[in-house]
Structures are given as C-alpha cells and as structure tokens.
C-alpha cells in the first residue's frame, strides 16, 4: 500500500540558508500536517492543511512557511535557518473517509543546520 | 497543564513477559481520539493502536491492546509475549475533536526489552 512520502530523507544546511521540505501524502488523503521532533524530544504540531487551506497552526515560527498544492502534496519552506532547527520533521496524512482519522506517518527528514 | 503525560521515561522488560505502558491524559472535550505510535531507532513513527472517546470495548491489534479506563483518563498500552523487536521509543497521543485535529504527543517511554 502507498504510504506517506518524504523528500529528502536527509538534509545538512548552513546557518541562515533556506531549505525545502517536500511532503506527498497517501492518494485520496486531503489533509496534511507537519510535525518537529527535536532530539530526544516528542513530536510537536508545526501546521496542518486541509483541502489546501490552511486548517490549524501551532508552534511554527514566522521564519517557516508551507502551503498546499493542488495535488494535494505539501512543502514546508524555512528561512533563516538556526541550529536549535535541526530536527526531524514529520508528515502526515489523513483523509475522513479513513478509520478514526487515523494519521499516518511519514519516514521523515532529518535536518542538520551547522 | 499537559495534556498527555506518560511517566515512565524507560523500562526494561524481559523477552516473552507483557508489558504495561502508562499513559494519562487531560481534555475537557467530550469527542477525542488517543493513539500509541512506536518509534525505533531508525525514526519512523509507527501506528500502533487508536482508541476513540466513545467506544465502548478496548481497542485490540495482535498483540497490542489498550487498557481504557475513561473516567480515571488513562490510555494504557500492553503488549502481550514482548520480543527483541519491541525495543523501541513508545509515544501516546491525542486527538481533540472528531475533525481532522492535529495530535498532541507524551514525552514517550523508550522500551528495551532483555534477551
């Protein structure tokens, strides 16, 4: 079965660059969300779209931007980026029609900023 | 106050023996949804279990099930006949709303369990 993709897998940035998060969520899913797991840390809600519009936002700093496409696949985009970004970033996908809303997971990207 | 606190940051369990993994919650919202997840090392999250505010029997998976106990608000996870392959971080979650609402994580157990 299809699953949540991610791209990259890995990513290493500088200080103060820009990087691009790409999400493609499980075909027939319409709603997105994106999620920060700092080392040895829980997962924190970042964003999350619905029918490409944005549906809730939660600790995501000015700095990052993300939008929907009309594909429905998803980028988050982050400026300026500081050391405290390195992180794994989730995405995940649910439709309404699935169980529950259930939310699967993607295999994440993992950021390093030095 | 946070809204999903597992209080056992690690555990060890040795292989075949079950394992109870606490997970408390707070909401004042009549409609929501908890969720186990594991995570290995590797650093995938992985569906485990749901259990919605409304069902009335314990949510079962093979060898997961979670121990519901609504009124004191706990979701405990178990896992019968543990195997190597269980050693993992272990995250339960929680959905507020019957939308498509975002997930609000515990700080995880990390489980090893011992040959």
């Known amino acids: 079965a299809a699953g949540v993709i991610q791209s990259p897998r890995h990513l290493i940035k500088e200080k103060r660059e820009t990087a691009t998060l790409k999400c493609y969520p499980i075909p027939r899913h319409d709603t997105v969300y994106w999620y920060q797991q700092g080392p040895g840390q829980d997962p924190q809600f970042l964003i999350s779209?619905?029918?490409?519009?944005?549906?809730d936002k939660g600790s995501i700093p000015d700095r990052f931007s993300a939008q929907q496409f009309s594909d429905y696949h998803s980028e988050l985009n982050m400026s300026s980026l500081e050391l405290g970004d390195s992180a794994l970033y989730f995405c995940?996908?649910?439709?309404?029609?699935?169980?529950?809303?259930?939310?699967?997971f993607g295999p994440g990207t993992r950021l390093t900023v030095l | 106050a946070q809204k999903i606190t597992q209080t056992q940051p690690g555990m060890f369990v040795q292989e075949k023996e079950a394992v109870t993994l606490d997970c408390t919650y707070d909401t004042s919202d009549p409609s929501y949804g908890l969720f186990w997840y594991k995570q290995p090392s590797s650093g995938e999250m992985i569906f485990l279990i749901y259990?919605?505010?409304?069902?009335?029997q314990n949510a079962t998976e093979g060898r997961y099930s979670l121990n519901f106990q609504k009124a004191r608000k706990s979701a405990n996870l178990v896992i019968s006949a543990s195997q190597l392959g269980d050693s993992a971080m272990y995250f339960c979650a929680m959905r507020e709303g019957i939308g498509n609402e975002k997930l609000t994580f515990g700080t995880g157990t990390r489980l090893t369990i011992i040959p």
């Open positions: 259990q919605g505010s409304y069902d009335q």
């Open positions: 995940a996908s649910s439709a309404g029609t699935v169980k529950d809303n259930e939310q699967f």
């Open positions: 779209f619905y029918e490409k519009m944005q549906s």
